[in-house]
């Protein structure tokens, strides 16, 4: 066992740590149970109000910068966002087959249980940018803009 320095900063309140022995990871999250950041051999931190359920899962948005801006280095101009699918206890974490390329300000996930199928709508475009449908998951995933792709890869 040995300790690692976690370069993230925590400033949500009442938060907990969550060992996830069946990925080998280390789960943070916020006092309203939604996950904020993993560590482990995939690192990632999710999009604040991105928590969804369906059934007996969580659903959150995570991303990585894709493109740094030219003229300020600390300004992402494009991420590349992901869909991560956990069990109820915010363990056991995989990544769905599915990314969108972009910018977004704000995103919603809207599930429907009578069909199964999580509804994401990021807000792209100009500040404050326009709600815009990206992807459907659920039985048959559907991507409805350029820069969404249903990957073969899923982590």
């Known amino acids: 066992m040995h300790c690692e320095q976690l370069e993230i900063d925590i400033d949500h309140s009442g938060g907990h740590f969550i060992v996830d022995s069946q990925n080998n990871e280390l ?3 916020n ?3 939604s ?3 993993t560590s482990g051999a995939h690192p990632r931190s999710y999009e604040d109000y991105s928590k969804t359920q369906l059934g007996n899962h969580l659903y959150y948005v995570s991303d990585e910068c894709n493109t740094w801006g030219n003229s300020n280095h600390y300004v992402c101009e494009t991420s590349i966002y992901f869909l991560y699918e956990c069990n109820l206890n915010n363990t056991g974490c ?3 087959p599915f990314q969108y390329i972009g910018d977004a300000f704000y995103i919603e996930m809207k599930p429907n249980e009578l069909t199964n199928e999580i509804n994401i709508y990021f807000d792209i475009g100009t500040y404050p940018g326009t ?3 990206i992807y459907t998951y659920g039985p048959h995933p559907r991507c409805y803009v350029n820069g969404c792709t249903i990957t073969s890869e899923q982590k």
């Open 131 to 133: 709600t815009t449908l």
């Open 27 to 29: 789960n943070i999250v």
């Open 94 to 96: 995989s990544r769905i």
């Open 35 to 37: 996950l904020i950041y």
């Open 31 to 33: 006092g309203e149970d």
